[in-house]
């Protein structure tokens, strides 16, 4: 259906779409989905995915919440310079508290942090237990794991609030653009 779209996508400011949620929660499908589209138009993008960059830039840092500030911190400054090299760029990571996400969007200028907010309600992550992580929590092998022995604290006023067990993958990825159009982000 999205034949012949590479000229109708303009961007009209930058952006970091900055993506939280349970583990599970649908963070990087949805955001890897979000960025397909945006090559698709020929768009400069770059996807920071949580799990990816705490094998490299943050392999140093554990679970506790000092860490998780400091992996928030990392992120959020890498994601500063690669908007600010022109690109889009989407960030999937837990990002479990208010505080952390909100120094994030303290890094960038007005306007230009999204928080996207992937509801998923717990128990369903923990049965999707896609990575087998859950199961680990449970049995005491994985500490401060978000939802079990860390505390996840729900976006009270995020940009965008997307439920997935209503919705599709493409759905999911619909609300995201449909917002940035909505926003004057993106214009056809
Ligand atoms: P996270 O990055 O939040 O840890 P993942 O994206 O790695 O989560 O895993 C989410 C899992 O949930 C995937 O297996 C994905 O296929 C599944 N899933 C089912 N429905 C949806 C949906 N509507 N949106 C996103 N993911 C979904």
Known sequence: MRQNTQHI?????????WFTGYSGAGKSTIANAATQRFSEYSEQVQLLDGDVLRRGLCSDLTYTDSDRDENIRRVAEVAKLTLDSGSIVLAALISPKQAQRQQAREVFNKGEFIEVFIDTAFDDCEKRDVKGLYKKARLGEIKNFTGIDSKYEAPMHPEIHIKTAQQTVEECVNQVFDYLYSQQ???K
Do not use: D, E, I
């Open 9 to 17: 996508l303009k961007r009209q400011k930058q952006f970091v779409l």
């Open 185 to 187: 982000y993106l214009t």
